[in-house]
C-alpha cells in the first residue's frame, strides 16, 4: 500500500485554457521524487522480490495481487483480466474526464533465470554502486541514494520498474494539484517474456474496455548514450530451418568424396544464391511489400546521434553490410540473416566424411507491408529455381534418390511488422513534448530492429503504438545481474508526469 | 609355434626351366587348406586373442614375439626392427637364391575398439555363422568349417589374416616342395592405424635390410563384389580448418543484423568460391599437376564391374558429382570436400544472434604429381583474391577491425599421393598371375580412393609398391564386430602361394 508523504501544492490545478507549464510539472515531479526515493526504492525492491516467470502461475497471481493493491493506491480502479490457462492481465482505468485515452502496456513476468550466473540471489533485489565487473560494491538500501546506484533483480530493468513509476507519477500530480490530460488505461501483461500467447484472445474478449487513443508500449531500454527514446515500430519476424541432402549414411571422403554430393557444398551455393556479398538479398520478390520511409522518419534518423560508428570499433567490424547506410537506416529494410549452420564437425572434430545432410537456420525481419505469407512464397520460389525440389518432412530414400537436389524447409510461426505514423497529431504530441523535456535530445527510432507482435494490437485496436522505454541501456535485460540505474527510475517518473499531466492539454 | 600336417608331394620341385604349373599349385594350396583349417583358425584365434593398440606397448610387443614365433617357422630367419618409442618392425627374410625380391607389408596393430560397441569381446575371437545382424549365431571353433563363417576379433580382417595366410601359404609350399621364385622379405609395421609416425625413421636405420624389387602392400579389403583385387596407389591428403569472422561478440539479430557483417554469409561465398555445383574445384591451380591417366589405367576402369550404378540406389543418391566419369574415375582426380561446419545452433537449437565466426573443415584428396605445398599455395591465393586477408593464429580485435574480410587458415599435415606404373614388369605379371587365378575377374584399381603415406616408401625405397587385399570387404574394419569371412582366409592362402611360386618365374 502506498502511504503518501505530503508534498507543498506547488501548482494550480489545471484548466482548459491554462495547461500547466512543463518546466513547473518537471520542478514538481523532481522535488517529489527528493522526497520520497526511500519509499519508491522500498516498494521496487518488494515488487522484485516476487517471483515473476510467467509458467510459475501462483507467483504471478502474487504479482498481480500485489500491483493492483499499488495502482489502487495511485487512484486506479483496477482488475484482473482473465483468459484459461494464462497469467492475468493486471488492468486499470483513471477516468479523468479527457478527451483522450492513453493505454499503457507493461509486462511484469521476467525471463527465466540461471541464478548460479548472477552476483546475488534475481529475487533478493540487491542494491550496488555499479555493475560488479565494473567494480560495483553492494550498499544498504537506505536514503540519500547516488543516483547512479543500480538495483539489481530479475525484472529491474525488463519491465517492472515502470509499474512504480507511474504509481509515484501520479501520486506527484495528484500530491500538487495536477489533472491528468487524458484518461489512462493500464494493461499490465503476464506473459510477455513467453511470447504472449494469450494477447489476441485478450484483446478479443476485452475489447469493451480497452478502448485507447494511443497506446503506450512502456517497455525496452533508452538509447545508448542515455537520451530519452521513443520508438515507433518493430519488425516482424519469420524463419526456417534449411536441410538438403547428400547420401543416405556417411560416406569415406576418401573413396567416396566429389562422387556422392556433398550436401555442405549444396548448402554453400543455395545460401550464397539467397545473399549476395554486400548483405543484399538476391530473392525475387524480397524487397517488393517494402514500404518507403516517409520524410519524418527519414528526418528523424538524421537527428539520431551516430553510435554505429563507436559501435563499429567496439565491435571490431571491418566493414559493415550495405555500408551507405548507417545502422538505423537499415532497420527500414527487411533483413535476411543467417542464424546458424551445422554439418559434421570441424576443428579437432572433423572426420573424413561425406554427410547425409547439412542444415542451415535461417530468419527474415520483415517491415512494413510485408507479409510472411508473401516472403515464404518468395523464398520457396527462389529455392525451387535453384533446381530443389522441397519437402517438408524428413524425405524417405526413394524421394531422395528420385530428385538431384532435394530440401527440406520447416518454417517458424511468423508474424508482420508494425509501424506508427510520426505524424499522427497524438503520435507528434508525445514526440513534441518529450523533445521539450531533453531540450531537444530526444532520439526518435522509426523503428526498432527487433521484434514483437505489436501488429495484433494495432491491427485489433486501430490506435498508434508508440514505445517509451525508461530503462538504462545496460540494464542486462534477460540476462545476469539485471538492473536499473536509479536515475532511470527518477527520470521515469518525471517522463510519466509530463506525458499524463500535457499529452491531452 | 607352427606343427605342421605332413601333405604329400603333389608336384616336383621348381626347375628353371619348367617352373610349376599355375592350376597345380592353387590345387596344392586347396587341399592343404583342406587338412589344415582347425590349425589356421587355431592359431588365427591365438594371434587375435593378444591386444594390439599401437600406445599399448607391452602388448604390442607380445605380439610381434608371437608373431617372430610363427613366421620363424614358416621358415624366416626373423628380428625386431627397433626405434625409440614405437612399437618394432618384426622384419623378416626367407632367401630363396632367387634374383628378385618381394617385401610383404602387413601391420599388426588395431584401431582402439568400444568394447560396448560390440557383441563379444574384441580380443576374444568367436566363431559365427554371419554377422549378428545378419542373424549369424555363435559356432564352436571345430571343424568342418562352413567358408561362409566368420571369425570376430579387432584385426581379424585389418590386418593380422595376412601374417597367418603368409605363414601357412609357406608350409603348403614347403610340404609339397616347391620352391619360391623369389626372395621374400616381411616387414610388419606395429602402428600403423597410429599413422605409422616412425615409418620413415625405419626405412631410414633400417636401409640395408630393405632392398626390394616390389612391395606388396597386404591391406584393406577386396572388391565388393568378392572379386580379387589390386590397387596401384592412394590418394594423398592435405586438410585445413577455415574461420571467417563476424562481430566479436554475439549481437540481436534484429538490431544489428544485415549491418554487422554475417560470418556464416561470409563463409557460404567462400566455399562456393571454391567448389562449383556440379563439385569442380573453382581454385586456380588446383588441377594443374594432375598426371594424366595411362592408357593401362583407363583400359583397367573399363573391366571394373559397375558397383557405382547400385550404390547410387543403396545411397539414394539423386545425383553424383562430375556425372560423366564413373565412380573409379573420379579417383584419379584431386576431390574437394567440405567435411563440417559450424556455426550456432539450427533446428530448435537456433538463436537470433549473429555470430562472431563461422568455420569450415575442408580436405582435399591429392593424385601424382601433386604437392601438398603447391595446393597450400592456391588456396590461400584463392581466399585471398575473394578479398581476404589471412591469418594463421586467432586475430586480436585490432586485426579484425583492420580488414573488411579476414579469414584464419589452419593446415594439419599434408602428403602426396602414391601410384605405381602397372605396365612395370614385375607388377605387370603380378597382375596377369592374378587375373589368371581368377580367370580374368582381377579388379584393377588404379588407384584407391583413400590415403595412406606409401608415398614415404615410395620416395626412399625406389620400388612400386602395389596393394594386395585379402579381406572380405564388409569385414567391419575400424569398427565394431570387425570380421574375416573364413573363404578370405583360405583365398590368401592359396594367393599368397601362386605368387610366391610363379612372381619370379
Known sequence: MLSMILLPALL???????????????????????????????????????????????????????????????????????????????????????????????HYDGQPVQ????????????????LVE???????????????????????????APVIAIAHALAAMSRSGVQPSVNIKLFFDGEEEAGSPHLAQFLDRYEHLLGADLWLFCDGPVHQTRRLQLAYGVRGHVGFNLRVYGPLRPLH?????????????????????????????LIDGFYEQVRAPTPAELSALDRIPRVDITMRQELALGRTEIPEQRLERRLLEPALNFRGIQAGGTGEGSRNIILPSADASVEIRLVPDQTPAAIREAVERHIREQGYELVETEPT?????????????????GYPAYRSDMTQPLVARLGQLMDEMTSGELVRLPTMGGSLPLYIIGERMGAPIVILPVANHDNNQHGRDENLRLQNLWDAVEIYAVVFALLGA
Request: charged letters at 20%; a negative charge; zero cysteines.
Open 134 to 160: 565494473r567494480g560495483g560494491v553492494t550498499v544498504p538500501p537506505e536514503a540519500p541514494f547516488d543516483p547512479e546506484w543500480r538495483l539489481f533483480g530479475r525484472s529491474a530493468g525488463d519491465d517492472k
Open 253 to 281: 571422403s576418401g573413396h567416396y568424396g566429389n562422387w556422392a554430393p556433398n550436401p555442405i557444398a549444396d548448402l554453400t551455393h543455395l545460401l550464397a544464391s539467397m545473399r549476395g556479398p554486400d548483405g543484399r538479398a
Open 397 to 413: 530414400p526413394e524421394q531422395r534418390q528420385a530428385q538431384p537436389r532435394l530440401a527440406r524447409i520447416d518454417w517458424g510461426d
Open 115 to 130: 541464478p548460479e550466473l548472477w552476483s546475488s540471489d534475481p529475487w533478493t533485489p540487491t542494491l550496488r554502486t555499479d
Open 12 to 106: 494550480a490545478p489545471a484548466q482548459a485554457d491554462n495547461p500547466p507549464d512543463l518546466v513547473a510539472i518537471q520542478q514538481t515531479a523532481r522535488q517529489y521524487i527528493e522526497l520520497n526515493q526511500q519509499q519508491m526504492l522500498d516498494q521496487f525492491s518488494d515488487l522484485l522480490s516476487i517471483p515473476n516467470v510467467a509458467s510459475d502461475l501462483p507467483n504471478i497471481r502474487r504479482n498481480a495481487r500485489h500491483i493492483v493493491g499499488l495502482m489502487e493506491s495511485a487512484g486506479f480502479d483496477m482488475q484482473l483480466l482473465e483468459v484459461e490457462g494464462a497469467p492475468p492481465v493486471v488492468f486499470g482505468e483513471l477516468n479523468a474526464g479527457a478527451e483522450q485515452t492513453v493505454m499503457v502496456y507493461v
